[in-house]
Nanobody
Framework: QVQLVESGGGLVQPGGSLTLSCAVS????????IDWYRQAPGKQRELVAS???????HYGDSVKGRFSISRDNALNTVYLQMTSLKPEDTAVYYC??????????WGQGTQVTVSS
């Protein structure tokens, strides 16, 4: 069973930065891709960023140029570095991983609040 645990969320002022981590219970070299999603109150869950096993990344339009996704295969961890944060980035952030079977697995989420 694949388990994902997000961490690193919290309260940050507008313009600030946070780095989220997604720790995976299995080798992430077997998971492709690994995504970060977010869901704000009253809104649908949206894809924020995605990274493949060969390191190719994709970003949602609202975070391009501000967020960066990366992976550390040795630590089985995927990161989401968030800069120039805006109040509209406030959401619960989730990690999702796709197995070769095309089953996907979700973490429990971590809250990010951007407010002064």
């Amino acid at each position: 069973q694949v388990q994902l645990v997000e961490s690193g969320g919290g309260l940050v002022q507008p313009g600030g930065s946070l780095t989220l981590s997604c720790a995976v219970s299995v080798s992430i070299s077997s998971l492709n891709p690994i995504d970060w999603y977010r869901q704000a109150p009253g809104k649908q869950r949206e894809l924020v960023a995605s990274i493949t096993t060969d390191g190719n990344s994709h970003y949602g339009d609202s975070v391009k140029g501000r967020f960066s996704i990366s992976r550390d295969n040795a630590l089985n961890t995927v990161y989401l570095q968030m800069t120039s944060l805006k109040p509209e980035d406030t959401a619960v952030y989730y990690c999702r991983a796709w197995a070769r079977s095309r089953n996907s697995y979700w973490g429990q989420g971590t809250q990010v609040t951007v407010s002064s």
